[in-house]
Structure formats: structure tokens, C-alpha cells
């Protein structure tokens, strides 16, 4: 199973990009960690969202490959980078 992150919308299966293969790319499902966690003002009173679950959604494509993205939650302060 290979995992992939990425931010765009674009989706295209990493396994037939190796390959030099097309195919359509069909959402299996979508599963979340449910991790607690809480929201916070740091000292410059800049608001701090840094969800731990990360979004994962598998696929499958028409020549067989199964895959998974990960999203990563973004903070309004630190965007991805936390
Ligand atoms: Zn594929
Ligand atoms: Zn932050």
C-alpha cells in the first residue's frame, strides 16, 4: 500500500504514474484518527488549530493499485508547518 500526501486536488494513481499507465482513480472510503486535542491563543494572541487526525482516504484504480492520501490539518497561524 503506498501512502501519498499531497494538497492538491489533482488525483492520479501513483503507481500507473511509474508506470507510465492511465486510469480513473475511484474513492474507496475515508477514515479519521480520533485523537483529543484543543484549539489555543499563544502569547502574541495569534489563534492555534493543530488537529493531530490525520484524514486518510484510500483508492483504488483501474488497473488495481490501492492507495492512501493523508491529509494533514492546516493551522490558521502556522498553516502546515507544525
Ligand atoms: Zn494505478
Ligand atoms: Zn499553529
Known sequence: MLT???WENDMKCPGCIKE???SK???LGTYETLMGWQT???EDGKFH???P???STQYRCTNGHMFR???RAIC???GSDW
Open 49 to 51: 488549530s493543530h488537529n
Open 4 to 6: 501519498i500526501k499531497v
Open 20 to 22: 507510465g499507465k492511465r
Open 69 to 71: 492520501q493523508t491529509r
Open 25 to 27: 482513480v475511484f474513492e
Open 40 to 42: 489555543y491563543y499563544d
Open 53 to 55: 487526525n490525520d484524514r
Open 76 to 78: 490558521p497561524t502556522c
